[in-house]
């Protein structure tokens, strides 16, 4: 579905991370930035404060990558889910809202960390890609491993082991799903799917009280 355009000859665009879910930044596109946007897969938007296209990090780093643009029910506004390896905000932040809990922001910079790792790069220098490219029975005995000691630090009770176990646990976890190609967001969308599903669940049974 085309835009439509305000008679200013603009659209809003919420920007979303594709792989955390969290909203990133709101900013607006005339046609020429969602033609460029569709033609070079980075999103551009229109300044109205400089009156100019607008190229998302060409000069910040903030690049964002687009997975898919979709438009509202109405078509008077978009949705750019998209890539943020380095993050949306000019201050530095994850999201221009705030970073919407450490765990979104630092999940999303991970994991897109980790694929550039994988991606490329001397191998030499990266434990992610060294450890992707011996194979996937050696994360996941990497991953049995960390588990192993999650439970002994949680046991223990002090939070600095427990949190830094988790990540090392958390860390390996991602690096099987990067792996064997399944996405933050498809792991989300499952989330999401369970607990719909148990919404639906509570409401039955509120009612059956009834």
Request: glycine share 10%; with cysteine.
């Amino acid at each position: 579905m085309e835009p439509r355009f305000d008679s200013a000859g603009l659209v809003p665009v919420v920007v979303q991370d594709v792989d955390t879910g969290a909203v990133l930044m709101l900013a607006y596109a005339n046609a020429e930035a969602v033609a460029r946007t569709r033609e070079t897969g980075r999103a551009h938007f229109f300044s109205r404060s400089r009156q100019e296209i607008w190229d998302k990090g060409r000069t910040s780093g903030q690049v964002l990558v687009i997975v898919e643009i979709a438009a509202d029910c109405d078509a008077d506004a978009l949705l750019y889910k998209v890539r943020a390896p380095n993050g949306a905000c000019h201050t530095g932040a994850y999201s221009c809202f705030g970073d919407d809990g450490p765990a979104a922001g630092e999940f999303g910079r991970l994991w897109e960390t980790m694929r550039g790792r994988i991606a490329g790069g001397d191998a030499s220098r990266s434990y992610t890609r060294r450890l992707h490219e011996s194979g996937l029975d050696r994360v996941l005995r990497k991953i049995a491993e960390e588990a192993g000691e999650v439970i002994i630090a949680c046991k223990g009770g002090e939070v600095s082991e427990i949190s830094g176990e988790a990540s090392d646990l958390i860390f390996h976890l991602l690096l099987a799903l990067q792996s064997t190609g399944v996405e933050l967001a498809d792991v989300a969308e499952e989330l999401k799917r369970r607990a719909q599903k148990g919404a639906v669940v509570q409401a039955a049974d509120s009612g059956a009280k009834d």
